[in-house]
């Protein structure tokens, strides 16, 4: 596949970039940690209207930008890159995709102007668990499992039968939740679908919300390489640049091939998708796997690149280090992705 960006593309990134790098700051990230929302009110908003990021997939015809998932992906990878905390990935992505194939404009609309926070889960027996961004969101789109019904309910504490309890997680820069459904009677008046549509379009916004995932990994990962080798470049040891030595280098090596294999990985999957989206199952879990796998690997590297200082709480690489685990796990674990991308290539499924 030859593929270049566009000059429009790069305009994209360069500005996602600067926005990370301004509003991704080590200080503004761990202040987002602490904050109960899990990132920065004020950040959300000029992200949200002022760059109108959240309308990047939502169709123009409800006041979105039409852009497509290569666009996407080099915001996520900007974005990626800084660890930078926002409901963007599940606002944006997961519910865009779903709330279009199901023809909610009037949400879509919200959502294009920043006035509507969402996410979505499948619930079986009545309950989601690790929910990301579920208790601070203004609607969420639930999938009943025994029923393959699809409601919208209103924010969690508004809605009647509804529960969502929050969960301590490992990577601080994500919020999860637990989502309970008491009573289906209190909310049978939110069902917007059931059946094969209802399934399709949950299954559309979970794997395009996997590439984005692996977008994001595939700009951490960049990043982890890039301190890792300015740190190399500067900490001296034995009379020498740390940088100098060949075991250093090797391992610097190795993560930079990961890196090349993650953004091919990321990149082709969304060409691919824009073009032939009945592709996107396999598609997007090699994207996920590959780049969340990429981006474990340049994380671990990166704590023992920086010996005993990047084991310390006051340095960013626990962060990515953490992000990567949440990663491995969010929106479907690499084994059972794994499983999808084995069967499309014609391999029998694992014992």
Partial sequence: MQFEFTEEQRMIASMAEEFSRAEGTSEKVRHAMESEAGYLPEVWRSLSTELGLCGLLVPESAGGQGLTIVEMALVFEQLGKTLLPSPLLTTGVLSVAILDKLGQTSV????????????AAYLVEGTAQFVLDAAGADHLIL?????????????PGSTTG????PIDMMDQTRRMASVSVTDFGAIEEYKVATGTEALAAMQAG?????????AEAMGAAQECLARTVEYARERVQFG??????QAVKHQLADMMVVNEAAISAVYFAACTVSENPGESPHMAALAKVQASEALSHCAARMIQLHGGIGFTWEHDAHLYFKRARSTSTLFGLNSDLDETIAQEIGLEAYA
């Fill in 108 to 119: 879509l609309e919200k959502i294009a102007r920043g006035e509507s926070r969402c996410t």
């Fill in 206 to 214: 979970f794997d395009l919300a996997r590439i984005a995932l692996g």
């Fill in 162 to 165: 509804l529960i969502a309890e």
């Fill in 143 to 155: 999938a009943d499992m025994n029923t393959s019904s699809v409601y919208i309910v209103d924010k």
């Fill in 240 to 245: 020498r640049t740390i940088g100098s030595f």
